[in-house]
């Protein structure tokens, strides 16, 4: 077996670093994070999520430094770790405007999450 490289673990790293964004549940909560710090309570409320899932993949995300806690009494807090964050989310969706049609049609990433059809 061939060693893996700078380049391949540089690869796998940023996968690993898009898996995070690749959740719709997680995508969710980080979009909801992109408008400041919300509660677990907060981010049931606005996602929908149960607070089971919601708690599941905040670990999840904090666990990949994608966000952090901050107690404030008996509440815990969460935010993005860092405003790249934003601002990779802010370029997806320019680059979706101007891509939305060839990424809804794209058959090989498809999951049951994508059958709703968009309306032109």
Do not use: W
């Not at 509440?75 to 969706?93: G, K, P, T, W």
């Amino acid at each position: 077996m061939a060693p893996v490289t700078n380049i391949e673990q540089s690869i796998h790293i940023k996968a690993k670093l898009f898996r995070g964004f690749s959740d719709p549940s997680r995508l969710m909560i980080i979009e909801a994070l992109r408008e400041g710090k919300k509660s677990v309570g907060e981010l049931v409320e606005i996602t929908g999520l149960s607070q089971p899932n919601v708690s599941n993949h905040l670990r999840c995300l904090a666990d990949c430094d994608l966000v952090i806690s901050e107690r404030d009494g008996r509440y815990v807090n969460y935010q993005l770790r860092d405003e790249r964050i934003d601002q990779i989310l802010n370029l997806s969706e320019k680059l979706l405007s101007e891509a939305a049609r060839g990424v809804f049609e794209c058959t090989r990433y498809e999951s049951a999450d994508d059958a709703t059809p968009i309306e032109e």
